[in-house]
């Protein structure tokens, strides 16, 4: 057996290339976003097509004279063999009609030679002891995607098939009769401004600890589950997953929680959850309390959800939780690393991904104890990378219990839209009932009712700014 094969590479065909180039240089616009003087193996080659791109850069027509001369000012002429070594590559090829399937053939060997490297090297590092596993999984993955990354799958598209495209989701949206054109969180109060969550957002749900965030993000997921049977997937990093069932029933029965939690259901309870909570145990609502769970665990499982169940909504509770994977200088860094990772995730699973975030204390500090962008912990990536930020904020935790015009607050939860990539910010009242741990629309029949406050939605080219005389 021969230990000592060359890599994966056709040098025959690389002379072709560039022979076909040099011969016709128009013809490389065929391969532009393919070509990448990586994808040669030879030496003296890869140098001539480093000197290929120099010269179209400078929008310079490309052949023997043009390139010769940027090979000679860099210093490599001689090094490929000068003149005529350049001159024999016009005569290895017929013509360049052949180009494109030629140097797909280079981009595949290219391919195999960084594979065989990345299988190299995690081969050398698992025999390290001190190499931890899971972190050589991520490397391997990461490295294997970037090994790849000489592939262009997305297709440059003309304005007409864009609009064509566009039309379409149009006229699929106009035939909905919801009118959402993203997944449904049954609160229309939040849907008016954000369509529903919208595939392939990162939305980072944040408040300080208290405010309900994790039965928001319950709610949202029970309304899209059970009212439009959309698989969702929860990761609760915090509670348990009967803990967050018992939440759920406790919304959806209108018992109070304790009676789940603490001081059990009488027979006339047991039969009335029974009979109401049908739905909810036949929603496909799939849970993962995996504490402290790590960017690779959440990512595969995501992968394996989606292929499996068709998620088509995550939720992450709460993100401060999550551990990268990787070793970092500090939280700031790991949680950047994170987010990063989240919107990738997002884009590439085609969903809405619902992240729950702390808010620092600076928002005790403040008079109103109104939440601002400021605020969101840990990271200025959070808000880099999200596309939408919700801020959950309710007056009479704070005993805030009027508003300025003397509207009581007891029971109102303001959700405050800061930062909405793709529409408007604003804010908008729903109503919240603390011994259920419910959330629900004012328009809609509640256990509690209260006067419905007017979305207040703010022009997205204005910074969204709220004082403490917003209620």
């Not at 009676?259 to 009488?266: A, M, V």
Request: net charge negative; proline share 4%.
């Amino acid at each position: 057996m021969d230990n000592h094969k060359l890599p994966p590479q056709n040098i025959e065909v690389e002379e072709i290339v560039l022979g076909a180039i040099l011969m016709e240089y128009r013809k490389v616009f065929n391969i532009i976003e393919l070509f990448n003087p990586e994808a040669f193996y030879s030496p003296k080659n890869k140098l001539i097509a480093e000197a290929i791109i120099t010269v179209l850069n400078q929008s310079i027509p490309v052949d023997l004279i043009t390139v010769s001369d940027e090979l000679r000012k860099t210093n490599h002429l001689e090094e490929i063999g000068g003149v005529y070594y350049l001159s024999t590559l016009t005569t290895k090829v017929g013509s360049a009609s052949n180009l494109e399937h030629h140097f797909k053939l280079l981009i595949e060997l290219s391919i195999k030679r960084n594979l065989g490297t990345v299988a190299g090297e995690l081969f050398q590092k698992s025999f390290e002891t001190e190499t931890d596993a899971f972190e050589l999984i991520d490397d391997f993955e990461q490295n294997v995607n970037k090994a790849v990354s000489h592939i262009v799958t997305d297709k440059i598209e003309s304005s007409a098939e864009i609009f064509s495209s566009a039309m379409d989701q149009v006229l699929l949206l106009s035939n909905r009769k919801d009118q959402l054109s993203g997944v449904y969180s049954g609160l229309p109060e939040i849907d008016d401004i954000t369509g529903g969550w919208q595939n392939s957002d990162l939305i980072i749900l944040a408040a300080r600890p208290g405010m309900g965030k994790s039965a928001l993000a319950a709610i949202c997921g029970r309304n899209a589950a059970v009212d439009k049977e959309i698989p969702i997937l929860i990761f609760s990093l915090e509670m348990k997953k009967t803990q967050i069932m018992s939440r759920l029933m406790a919304a959806e029965t209108d018992l109070y929680l304790d009676k789940f939690i603490r001081s059990g259901l009488t027979a006339e309870e047991q039969h009335q959850v029974t009979e109401v909570c049908g739905p909810l145990k036949k929603a496909p609502i799939y849970i993962d309390d995996t504490g402290a769970i790590s960017m690779f665990h959440l990512r595969n499982k995501c992968r394996k959800m989606k292929r499996e169940k068709k998620i088509g909504l995550i939720i992450i509770d709460y993100l401060q939780l999550m551990t990268s994977g990787r070793k970092t200088k500090d939280k700031n860094e790991e949680v950047s690393i994170i987010t990063a990772n989240l919107k990738a995730l997002a884009k590439e699973l085609d969903v809405p991904i619902i992240a729950l975030s702390q808010l620092s204390r600076e928002v005790e500090k403040r008079a109103g104890k109104i939440p601002q962008l400021s605020d969101l912990r840990d990271s200025g990536s959070i808000e880099q990378d999200a596309d939408i930020v919700i801020f959950l904020y309710r007056p009479e935790y704070y005993d805030i219990t009027t508003d300025e015009e003397g509207n009581d607050t007891k029971g109102k939860a303001m959700v405050i839209i800061a930062k909405h990539r793709s529409g408007s910010t604003g804010m908008v009242a729903i109503n919240f009932h603390g011994p259920t741990t419910k959330f629900y629309s004012p328009q809609k029949k509640g256990v509690i009712e209260m006067p419905f406050q007017e979305v207040k939605i703010l022009p997205k080219s204005k910074q969204f700014e709220l004082t403490d005389d917003a209620f």
